[in-house]
C-alpha cells in the first residue's frame, strides 16, 4: 500500500533540526557510510537505484549516530551515574559502543526473544544486560522503572531531539553526495531515522525536488495509521519478523516533523522484504536483516510503475541471525514472484497425475505434495518456478480447459508457515469435522511459551491439530485446531482474547479446506 501524506507547508516542529543535525558530533564513533551502485537491482527495472550502506557502520546500523549524539549531550554528573536503555538489538549496540568509547556505565534492557547475535555484540561492548520481557514494550517498562529508581539517564531509541539529530546526520550526507536522486526511501519503526533525513533534505532549498517516502512492514505499520487518522495510533499487535522495526506506535516528535516533510508511506509484506535481502546480498554479498531491506523493498514497489529515475534506498543494517537465513530464502522467491503455489482437485483415477504433469510441461516444479482425500478425489499441493506473470496466467487457462479445479495459494499464510511443512493429512475420525476451528498466531520465541499458552488453555476444549514452527527468530508461527461444540463460539473467541497471544481464524482458509479438514 501507498499513501501519501499532505505536508502541512510548515516547518513549525523541524526547523530546530537544521542546527541540531549541524551541530550532531557522531563521527567518533560513526563512519560515512558510502553510497553505492546497485547494478543488479537496476539491471532488473528500469531505473538506477543506489543504497546509502548504514550495515558498514561499526555496530553494523546506524543507530550509533543518534545514541552517541544523545549520550555525549549528557553532563558531566549524568555521564558518572551512567546510562539505560531498552531495545532489542540494534540501539542496544549504538548505546552500547558509544558508552565504551566515553567510558560510560551502561545498562540495556533486552526482551528475551532478543536475536543471539545482537546479544553478544552488546557484550562485547562492556554493557551490563538484562533480559526482561516478551517484546520491547514490556523491556521498555522495565527500563523506565529502573531508570527512576536508579537514576539512570534513559537513552530514547527513536523519541528524542538529539537522537533524531544524530540521525539526521545520514540525510546531510547524502546531500553532499551531489547526485540527482528523484526520491529517497527510508525504514519506519519508530520514526527517528526518517524524521531526522527527512527534516534535512526537506529544508534544503536546492533539494525540494527529492521525493522523501518512509517504508514500513505491513503487519507493524503505526505511521500508516497515525497519518489515516491524523494522530498517533497504538498498534494492537506487532509482527515480530523484522525486529528492528516493530514497534507499536510512532514516536511523537518523530510523528511532528514526518508530517511536514514526508511525501507519503508505503508498506510491504514479509515475502517482498526477504526478496530485498536477496537483492542486497547479490549487489553488496553482505546479508541484511529484514528491517535493514525494508527501505528496498518500498523502493521496489514505487520503482515498479516508473523509469528513467535515480532512487536510493537506505540499507540501514546487517544484523541478522544465522538461524533466519532459511526462511527468508524460502520466502524470498515469493517475495521476487518467482514461485507460485497452487493446490489442484485431481479424479482419483489411473492416468490423472500424467495428465497433470503434461500441462506443466517444462515448467520447473520446486514441490509437489498429495494427499488422497477420499475415493474419487485428491489434492496436490503445487510449487512452480515462473518466469513471468503472464506465464502463470498460461498455465491456469490450461488447467481450467482441462477441467482441472484449483485455488491459488502463494499469498496464503497457512500454505507457506504451515502447510508446506507439516506431516499428517486430513482429520478422519468420527467426531463432527465442522466443530473443528483453525487459528493462526505468533509465539515469542522463549522456553515456556507453548506451555503457559495450554496451561491458560485448560481442558474446556479439545486441540485437534496443532503446528509449531521456530523461525530461528524472535518468534514461531502456530497453527491450532480447536474442537469447539458451542453454537455461537463466543465463549472460545472471548478466551483466546483474553490470552497474551494474537488469533486469527483461518476455518475457511482453502488451504485447511483442502488438504486437513
Same mark, same amino acid.
Given at each position: ?8 507547508? /510548515? ?25 553505492? +551502485? ?116 534513559? %537513552? ?28 529517497? +526511501? ?79 508511506? %508505503? ?64 520466502? /524470498? ?146 497453527? %491450532? ?37
Amino acid at each position: 500500500m501507498r499513501l501519501k501524506i499532505n505536508k502541512t507547508g /510548515s516547518f513549525k516542529h523541524s526547523k530546530k533540526y537544521l542546527k541540531l543535525i549541524n551541530e550532531a558530533d557522531v563521527y567518533d564513533v560513526a563512519i560515512k557510510s558510502p553510497i553505492t +551502485f546497485a547494478k543488479n537491482i537496476s539491471a532488473k527495472g528500469n531505473n538506477k537505484i543506489f543504497l546509502k550502506r548504514e550495515d558498514l557502520q561499526p555496530v553494523f546500523s546506524f543507530k550509533n549516530r543518534g545514541a552517541y549524539n544523545k549520550i555525549i549531550s549528557l553532563t558531566p554528573s549524568q555521564k558518572k551515574k551512567g546510562v539505560i536503555a531498552a531495545s532489542a538489538g540494534n540501539h542496544a549496540q549504538g548505546v552500547a559502543y558509544a558508552c565504551k568509547k566515553l567510558r560510560i556505565p551502561c545498562l540495556i534492557v533486552m526482551p528475551i526473544t532478543s536475536p543471539d547475535i545482537k546479544v553478544s555484540s552488546v557484550k562485547s561492548f562492556g554493557a551490563k544486560i538484562l533480559l526482561d520481557g516478551d517484546n520491547i514494550n514490556q523491556s521498555l517498562k522495565t527500563a523506565l522503572s529502573l531508570a527512576k529508581k536508579k537514576k539512570l539517564e534513559f %537513552i530514547h531509541p527513536f523519541d528524542d531531539p538529539l537522537t533524531i539529530a544524530g540521525q539526521g546526520t545520514i540525510g546531510k550526507e547524502i546531500l553532499e553526495d551531489a547526485e540527482d536522486y528523484n526520491a529517497v +526511501f527510508i525504514p519506519v519503526g519508530g520514526g527517528g531515522l526518517l524524521a531526522g533525513i527527512s527534516s534535512w533534505i526537506a529544508q534544503n532549498e536546492d533539494n525540494k525536488k527529492i521525493k522523501i517516502y518512509g517504508v514500513e512492514v505491513e503487519d507493524s505499520a503505526s505511521l500508516l495509521e497515525a497519518i489515516k487518522f491524523d494522530k498517533r495510533v497504538r498498534l494492537r499487535e506487532v509482527g515480530l519478523f523484522a525486529d528492528g522495526v516493530a514497534v507499536e506506535q510512532i514516536g511523537k516528535a518523530n510523528f511532528d516533523v514526518i508530517k511536514e516533510c514526508v511525501d507519503g508511506v %508505503i508498506t510491504v509484506s514479509v515475502d517482498e522484504v526477504c526478496a530485498a535481502v536477496k537483492d542486497i546480498f547479490e549487489d553488496t554479498r553482505v546479508l541484511s536483516e529484514p528491517a535493514g531491506a525494508v527501505a528496498l523493498a518500498g523502493l521496489k514497489k514505487y520503482g515498479k510503475k516508473i523509469k528513467d529515475k535515480k532512487l536510493l534506498a537506505i540499507s540501514s543494517g546487517a544484523n541478522v541471525n544465522f538461524e533466519r537465513l532459511s526462511y527468508i530464502v524460502e520466502r /524470498s522467491e515469493l517475495g521476487e514472484n518467482k514461485e507460485k503455489i497452487l493446490s489442484i482437485q485431481i479424479p482419483e483415477k489411473p492416468g490423472s497425475f500424467l495428465k497433470l504433469c503434461r500441462i506443466f510441461g517444462r515448467a520447473q516444479i520446486t514441490e509437489f505434495n498429495y494427499r488422497m482425500a477420499d475415493n474419487d478425489i485428491a489434492y496436490v499441493l503445487v510449487g512452480i518456478r515462473t518466469k513471468t506473470e503472464e506465464s502463470f496466467k498460461a498455465l491456469k487457462i490450461k488447467l481450467r480447459k482441462s477441467s482441472f479445479k484449483f485455488n491459488d495459494l502463494t499469498r496464503n499464510e497457512i500454505s507457506n508457515d504451515h502447510l508446506r511443512h507439516m506431516v499428517g493429512g486430513r482429520n478422519n475420525q468420527d467426531i463432527n469435522k465442522n466443530s473443528e476451528r483453525i487459528f493462526r498466531s505468533e509465539f515469542p520465541q522463549k522456553p515456556d511459551a507453548l506451555l503457559n499458552f495450554l496451561k491458560d488453555f485448560g481442558n474446556n476444549w479439545n486441540i485437534s491439530l496443532f503446528h509449531y514452527r521456530n523461525l530461528g527468530a524472535a518468534f514461531a508461527k502456530v497453527l %491450532i485446531g480447536i474442537q469447539d461444540n458451542q453454537e455461537n463460539g463466543k465463549k472460545l473467541e472471548a478466551h483466546l482474547k483474553s490470552s497474551d497471544y494474537s488469533f486469527i481464524e483461518e476455518t475457511s482458509n482453502n488451504a485447511y479446506q483442502d488438504f486437513l479438514r
